[in-house]
């Protein structure tokens, strides 16, 4: 049985007959973050995550390296995740974990260790999508949209438009037809020689600089889909040539020492203006989404939504539309079990539990 609350939000009879708390051990380990998190009632009491410096030198992740990492970091996570909401293991009612989509190495320390855990402790799995979660980081904080709502979710690997009737009816009405967004904040940061993380320090040094300075294409993508393999070999000729021109010809190609000496003369520039065009790009669609499905609860989420030009753009064109706009804490913008375990919280409720059968998968599609 199904009821809307006074406050728009669904609330979901158990089926299950449950009167008690419910607690929920929530693993991630889609890529080189390994984290785990309680929430109890639809609460987060602890959200830990282990980073992996071991990429840095590589200039990016190692999925071996990466799945190692997670062999060693996944006991201790798992531990002060459950120290620090002062939680017991016999207290947990399911087990849920990242199925889908990642690295496949990462994944499988990840979905092992769950189905490990809930078969020992006789409970519950729940397996989650990695970028349903994404959606529903922002239903973790109290002030949260109502539905339906249209969530903008951006990462390094996946730019979509998300329309959310529910926490757990959701549909993508538009994504990228090639790269994502976050792939051209990173593609960027290595052309200028930025260190890995780049996505990051891009937008570190946007903050200092002028955004309209240079001039980048927006592409003219149909309908609520994104493309930025146009824009990545725009910033491409444009370094090569050392800013004389940013159109797709290789006719003139700076000299090495040119080009370094443009990027250090010009970097807060440059950075600001590629991160203006990449916002622009994401905010248009998102204006055309909310026009056309005629929707005013707003929502970002993904790694890249922890990016202050498009937190700052989102607050901005919302007091312009007249929408409410919800942007997640920094801590659940990138890779973290919270929002696992908010998502498991809404499965349970509808009792949408998987069997030790399931595996994980590196690409699985979701709606």
Same mark, same amino acid.
């Given at each position: 049985?199904?009821?809307?609350?006074?406050?728009?939000?669904?609330?979901?009879?158990?089926?299950?007959?449950?009167?008690?708390?419910?607690?929920?051990?929530?693993?991630?380990?889609?890529?080189?973050?390994?984290?785990?998190?309680?929430?109890?009632?639809?609460?987060?009491?602890?959200?830990?995550? &282990?980073?992996?410096?071991?990429?840095?030198? $590589?200039?990016?992740?190692?999925?071996?390296?990466?799945?190692?990492?997670?062999?060693?970091?996944?006991?201790?996570?798992?531990?002060? =995740? /459950?120290?620090?909401?002062?939680?017991?293991?016999?207290?947990?009612?399911?087990? +849920?974990?990242?199925?889908?989509?990642?690295?496949?190495?990462?994944?499988?320390?990840?979905?092992?260790?769950?189905?490990?855990?809930?078969?020992?402790?006789?409970?519950?799995?729940?397996?989650?999508?990695? #970028?349903?979660?994404?959606?529903?980081?922002?239903?973790?904080?109290?002030?949260?949209?109502?539905?339906?709502?249209?969530?903008?979710?951006?990462?390094?690997?996946?730019?979509?438009?998300?329309?959310?009737?529910? &926490?757990?009816? #959701?549909?993508?009405?538009?994504?990228?037809?090639?790269?994502?967004?976050?792939?051209?904040?990173?593609?960027?940061?290595?052309?200028?020689? /930025?260190? $890995?993380?780049?996505?990051?320090?891009?937008?570190?040094?946007?903050?200092?600089?002028?955004?309209?300075?240079?001039?980048?294409?927006?592409?003219?993508?149909?309908?609520?889909?994104?493309?930025?393999?146009? @824009?990545?070999?725009?910033?491409?000729?444009?370094?090569?040539?050392?800013?004389?021109?940013?159109?797709?010809?290789?006719?003139?190609? =700076?000299?090495?020492? %040119?080009?370094?000496?443009?990027?250090?003369?010009? @970097?807060?520039?440059?950075?600001?203006?590629?991160?203006?065009?990449?916002?622009?790009?994401?905010?248009?669609?998102?204006?055309?989404? +909310?026009?056309?499905?005629?929707?005013?609860?707003?929502?970002? +989420?993904?790694?890249?939504?922890? %990016?202050?030009?498009?937190?700052?753009?989102?607050?901005?064109?919302?007091?312009? #539309?007249?929408?409410?706009?919800?942007?997640? &804490?920094?801590?659940?913008?990138?890779? %973290?079990?919270? #929002?696992?375990?908010?998502?498991?919280?809404?499965?349970?409720?509808?009792?949408?539990?998987?069997?030790?059968?399931?595996?994980?998968?590196?690409?699985?599609?979701?709606?």
């Amino acid at each position: 049985m199904e009821r809307q609350s006074n406050n728009g939000h669904e609330e979901i009879c158990r089926k299950d007959g449950h009167s008690g708390d419910l607690t929920i051990l929530a693993i991630e380990s889609s890529c080189d973050d390994t984290s785990a998190a309680i929430c109890k009632n639809g609460k987060i009491l602890s959200n830990i995550t &282990a980073n992996q410096a071991v990429h840095e030198k $590589y200039g990016g992740v190692v999925p071996e390296l990466a799945s190692r990492a997670h062999l060693q970091n996944i006991v201790p996570v798992v531990s002060e =995740a /459950l120290r620090f909401a002062d939680c017991k293991l016999t207290s947990i009612d399911a087990i +849920a974990f990242t199925q889908a989509p990642g690295l496949i190495g990462s994944l499988l320390v990840g979905t092992q260790f769950a189905k490990s855990l809930a078969l020992s402790l006789d409970k519950p799995l729940i397996a989650v999508h990695h #970028m349903q979660a994404h959606v529903l980081a922002n239903l973790i904080a109290d002030d949260k949209p109502s539905f339906p709502f249209l969530c903008l979710t951006v990462s390094g690997g996946h730019t979509q438009i998300v329309l959310c009737k529910s &926490a757990t009816q #959701m549909k993508v009405i538009g994504e990228t037809i090639d790269d994502a967004a976050g792939e051209a904040f990173d593609k960027t940061a290595k052309l200028l020689g /930025l260190p $890995y993380p780049g996505g990051p320090l891009v937008d570190k040094y946007a903050r200092e600089g002028n955004p309209n300075r240079f001039q980048f294409p927006e592409p003219k993508i149909p309908e609520l889909n994104f493309s930025f393999s146009g @824009l990545k070999t725009s910033i491409l000729y444009f370094l090569k040539n050392a800013g004389t021109s940013n159109v797709f010809k290789e006719e003139f190609t =700076a000299s090495e020492e %040119n080009r370094k000496q443009f990027i250090e003369e010009n @970097l807060a520039d440059i950075c600001a203006s590629v991160q203006h065009r990449i916002v622009s790009i994401l905010i248009n669609k998102l204006k055309k989404a +909310a026009k056309e499905y005629s929707i005013d609860q707003i929502c970002i +989420a993904g790694g890249v939504s922890a %990016n202050s030009g498009l937190r700052e753009a989102l607050k901005e064109t919302g007091a312009k #539309m007249g929408w409410q706009t919800f942007i997640p &804490a920094f801590e659940y913008c990138t890779d %973290n079990a919270a #929002m696992i375990a908010i998502t498991a919280h809404f499965k349970y409720l509808k009792n949408d539990f998987s069997d030790l059968s399931i595996s994980p998968s590196p690409r699985a599609v979701w709606e």
